[in-house]
């Protein structure tokens, strides 16, 4: 990343990524690249839950993993999707399941280039998944991340591109309407490098919570990834999140303008009053303050940082094409019908939320 002059107190000046102690050389988990099983090998599966087959683990957390999944439809239509998979405790939780339905169904109604777009829910028994639109890409956390261990500074403009584009998602979700037309009023509330995905096309994606509390969290990821360090540390996050004055980007970073630290600046005051008043309001600002790169330049800005994660995934996706099986495609019981089907769960309205993340695949 950029260097930097010797940072304020209130900025932690350590890297994105965290050391790991260790008293032996790592042992790396990633593929050899190009080290690839032959296309004709059948992929893992992990079963099959309605139209979608269960293939590879793409992530794993403790709320779920995500595989790769392929929908199998009618007359030889199939789709490559992202499957979240609920672990067990969840699934069998009926307020988590009434809070999750009803949020997907919020997603669901969300249509936007850089929203991710939420696909179906799926109930097996006594499983629970999500289905989700695929996006050949990397998230912002991990870019940065392989930047920085490039010892390679982000232009200014590619960081610009990828802000502009998860503002604009941004102000489609909190613009969100029910059937009325009357507004949801959704709030994301986990903003961060890790829900950012950034695809290989370059495109991306206590007071009462309200869209301002997005555009706090969208401005911490801009001066991150404008500095290449942690604007708070882990201590005393809580009390120090909106207690102490942000330095602006360029104290850390050189050569960015003015303007650019005048809007970082307003999208982090602790006053939500005092910040933009929508995200689409920060984009206008910010795409006047600094042209933001192409979707191609920042298309090849993945491609290089990201080249061999993106090459095994395309990997497994033509795997799963090539062995695929479409004699069979069962029926799906998807959101509509697990709201009155006859099951353990009794799934009931709930207040309209954001938990889940609408720019990328959800968190594990």
């Not at 490559?80 to 699934?91: E, H, Q």
Request: net charge negative; with cysteine; aromatic share 4%.
């Amino acid at each position: 990343m950029t260097e930097s002059t010797n940072p304020p107190e209130n900025i932690d000046s350590s890297p994105l990524t965290e050391p790991t102690p260790s008293t032996a050389p790592p042992v790396s988990t990633d593929p050899v690249p190009g080290n690839f099983p032959s296309r004709t090998d059948p992929p893992p599966n992990y079963g099959t839950v309605g139209r979608y087959t269960i293939h590879d683990e793409l992530a794993s957390g403790g709320m779920a993993t995500v595989h790769l999944g392929r929908l199998r439809g009618a007359a030889g239509f199939s789709r490559i999707v992202a499957i979240k998979r609920l672990r067990a405790r969840f699934a069998q939780d009926r307020d988590f399941v009434a809070m999750f339905t009803d949020e997907a169904r919020i997603a669901s109604r969300i249509r936007h280039p850089s929203v991710v777009s939420t696909l179906d829910v799926v109930a097996d028994g006594r499983e629970l998944f999500l289905v989700m639109e695929y996006i050949h890409g990397e998230t912002l956390a991990e870019l940065l991340r392989a930047a920085q261990n490039r010892q390679h500074a982000v232009p200014p403009e590619i960081i610009a591109a990828i802000m502009l584009d998860a503002l604009r998602g941004l102000h489609e979700i909190h613009e969100a309407r029910d059937e009325q037309g009357e507004l949801l009023n959704v709030v994301h509330r986990d903003i961060s490098p890790q829900n950012l995905l950034v695809g290989v096309d370059g495109v991306t994606l206590h007071e009462p919570f309200d869209r301002r509390a997005d555009l706090y969290a969208l401005g911490v990821v801009l001066w991150e990834a404008l500095t290449g360090q942690r604007l708070f540390s882990s201590q005393d996050l809580s009390t120090r999140l909106l207690s102490e004055e942000i330095q602006p980007p360029s104290v850390v970073a050189e050569d960015l303008p003015p303007e650019l630290d005048r809007i970082v600046l307003r999208a982090v005051q602790s006053d939500r009053g005092r910040r933009c008043a929508s995200a689409a309001e920060m984009a206008r600002a910010l795409e006047a303050c600094i042209n933001p790169g192409s979707p191609q330049r920042v298309a090849a800005w993945v491609r290089e940082l990201a080249r061999d994660k993106l090459d095994e995934r395309a990997h497994l996706v033509a795997r799963i094409e090539t062995n695929a099986d479409d004699n069979v495609s069962p029926p799906t019981l998807s959101i509509s019908a697990l709201r009155t089907a006859s099951s353990p769960w009794v799934v009931r309205p709930a207040a309209p939320s954001a938990e889940t993340p609408y720019l990328q695949i959800p968190p594990c």
